[in-house]
């Protein structure tokens, strides 16, 4: 399991993801399913949709603030984000194998 949370952006998603991300924090499954049909296949970013989605408090812009840690809710929030991963990590599409049989 990383240690590391990677830098969220939002504008790197499409129009339709932004849009679901304005909504409710309880509307995640469905703005990580928007990402999905839009082609977005790594779980950390969509894991990053989630979180965020959570802590808009720590959106500056389209950016998510990291959690750094020396943040006293550190534990916390990172806990947080391995559970949002683990969900989201099934739901993302494999590519199919090259060569099957």
Sequence with gaps: MKDT???????????????????????????????????????????????????KD???GDF???IARTDPRYQRLSAEWKSFRNVITPLVPQEPMLGGS
């Design 5 to 55: 949370i990677p830098m969220f952006n939002l504008s790197e998603f499409s129009k339709s993801v932004r849009e679901a991300f304005t909504k409710s924090s309880n509307f995640w499954p469905t703005c990580i399913d928007e990402a999905i049909k839009s082609g977005v296949r790594d779980a950390d970013k969509l894991t990053n949709l989630a979180f965020y989605m959570q802590h």
């Design 58 to 60: 720590r959106m500056h």
């Design 64 to 66: 998510g603030k990291p």
